[in-house]
């Protein structure tokens, strides 16, 4: 009987776990790790980031496997829904595609007119002003389309916020484009890494409804360089100790 009873306790306390392990995941903090180098210099292949829930209220994309009934009708709104504003980072699931999930920053948000001019950013007629500072060093191997070494970085005066940009190339496809006008309830977004990023300049990506926003990022937790989370032996040599706990701005 004693048996009986700790094994109906033990597995009441795994459902509990799982229970908690799922509210928090779907209102407070879910983990993502970054994949790719569209978000350098700020975000690099092998961090690991909470993003916040709560940051712009909860959709159907809130929840594990993006819940929603066969006609997709529950959650079809946003609840307790808060604005996000430019600068944010956030991840999100664009409209063409539900399964796979995107980090960018928010450039521009519903009525703004946005046109990237020469690879500079021109918002209401307002030109977003940068600066040429010291180049960036990249270190990752596992980079595709660009091999590893020196990059051009700038600073962006970006409202009120100074954010660290990489630009490249000069004339890039999407260093020139048409103007883009942000509709009612959707957000322009880019990557930080201008030439590498696949974003709202792009028609597979576009706007981003404000439903698709998961979440903002706040925080690395962790962070491997050149290597993956399950290659355990190789963490002494692989942990970037300076950037744990450190905030995503």
Same mark, same amino acid.
């Given at each position: 009987?004693?048996?009986?009873? *700790?094994?109906?306790?033990?597995?009441?306390?795994?459902?509990?776990?799982?229970?908690?392990?799922?509210?928090?995941?779907?209102?407070?903090?879910?983990?993502?790790?970054?994949?790719?180098?569209?978000?350098? /210099?700020?975000? $690099?292949?092998?961090?690991?980031?909470?993003?916040?829930?709560?940051?712009?209220?909860?959709?159907?994309?809130?929840? /594990?496997?993006?819940?929603?009934?066969?006609?997709?009708?529950?959650?079809?709104?946003? #609840?307790?829904? *808060?604005?996000?504003?430019?600068?944010?980072?956030?991840?999100?699931?664009?409209?063409?595609?539900?399964?796979?999930?995107?980090?960018?920053?928010?450039?521009?948000?519903?009525?703004?007119?946005?046109?990237?001019?020469?690879?500079?950013?021109?918002?209401?007629?307002?030109?977003? #002003?940068? *600066?040429?500072?010291?180049?960036?060093?990249?270190?990752?191997?596992?980079?595709?389309?660009?091999?590893?070494?020196?990059?051009?970085?700038?600073?962006?005066?970006?409202?009120?916020?100074?954010?660290?940009? $990489?630009?490249? #190339?000069?004339?890039?496809?999407?260093?020139?484009?048409?103007?883009?006008?942000?509709?009612?309830?959707?957000?322009?977004?880019?990557?930080?890494?201008?030439?590498?990023?696949?974003?709202?300049?792009?028609?597979?990506?576009?706007?981003?409804?404000?439903?698709?926003?998961?979440?903002?990022?706040?925080?690395?937790?962790?962070? $491997?360089?050149?290597?993956?989370? $399950?290659?355990?032996?190789?963490? /002494?040599?692989?942990?970037?100790?300076?950037?744990?706990?450190? *905030?995503?701005?």
């Amino acid at each position: 009987m004693k048996i009986k009873n *700790k094994l109906i306790n033990n597995i009441v306390s795994i459902f509990i776990a799982i229970f908690v392990a799922i509210l928090i995941r779907s209102f407070l903090f879910e983990p993502f790790n970054i994949p790719s180098g569209s978000m350098k /210099p700020n975000l $690099l292949v092998g961090d690991f980031i909470f993003v916040s829930k709560y940051s712009y209220g909860y959709s159907r994309h809130s929840f /594990p496997f993006s819940l929603a009934d066969a006609k997709g009708e529950i959650f079809k709104e946003k #609840y307790f829904e *808060k604005k996000p504003e430019r600068g944010d980072i956030i991840v999100f699931k664009t409209p063409e595609n539900n399964r796979t999930d995107y980090i960018k920053r928010i450039i521009g948000i519903p009525g703004d007119e946005i046109k990237i001019t020469n690879g500079s950013i021109i918002i209401n007629n307002n030109t977003i #002003y940068k *600066k040429k500072i010291e180049e960036f060093i990249d270190t990752d191997t596992g980079q595709i389309i660009i091999e590893k070494g020196r990059r051009r970085q700038y600073l962006e005066y970006f409202f009120d916020k100074e954010i660290k940009v $990489l630009d490249l #190339y000069d004339n890039t496809f999407a260093d020139n484009t048409n103007e883009f006008r942000v509709p009612e309830n959707k957000y322009f977004v880019m990557g930080d890494n201008r030439d590498n990023s696949q974003d709202s300049r792009f028609s597979n990506v576009g706007f981003i409804p404000s439903e698709n926003i998961i979440g903002k990022a706040q925080f690395i937790f962790f962070s $491997l360089e050149n290597s993956r989370f $399950l290659e355990i032996w190789k963490w /002494p040599t692989s942990i970037r100790y300076n950037r744990i706990f450190k *905030k995503i701005q």
